[in-house]
Nanobody, 128 residues
Framework: QVQLVESGGGLVQAGGSLRLSCAASGRTFSTYAMAWFRQARGKEREFVAALNWNGGTTYYADSVKGRFTASRDNAKNTVYLQMNSLKPEDTADYYC?????????????????????WGQGTQVTVSS
């Protein structure tokens, strides 16, 4: 089991930046692949970014490529999402997710169903 707690959300103007954090507790953090998803009001939860156990392999949604960067610090049991050049359409609740690395590498890293552990989310609002 792993517990995930997101932080760092808030209100920011378009063009601004935020850094989200996701702190993990429980089993060894480095045995998990991690991901960020987001869900805007009235929409499906969508993939944002994912990274393998050491951050050496990363995936990004086309809508955030070049603006968002996912990273992790296994010594701190934390994964980050640096969000730059934010747009109003980035407004959503952002969720951290985890998957056992050994299973994850055989599954779709962009798929919600590939992740068995989820945080409660942190809200990001980008004003125009």
């Amino acid at each position: 089991q792993v517990q995930l707690v997101e932080s760092g959300g808030g209100l920011v103007q378009a063009g601004g930046s935020l850094r989200l954090s996701c702190a993990a507790s429980g089993r060894t953090f480095s045995t998990y692949a991690m991901a960020w998803f987001r869900q805007a009001r009235g929409k499906e939860r969508e993939f944002v970014a994912a990274l393998n156990w050491n951050g050496g392999t990363t995936y990004y949604a086309d809508s955030v490529k070049g603006r968002f960067t996912a990273s992790r610090d296994n010594a701190k049991n934390t994964v980050y999402l640096q969000m730059n050049s934010l747009k109003p359409e980035d407004t959503a609740d952002y969720y951290c997710a985890a998957a056992d690395q050994n299973n994850w590498r055989y599954r779709d890293p962009l798929g919600r169903g590939s992740y068995g552990y989820w945080g409660q989310g942190t809200q990001v609002t980008v004003s125009s």
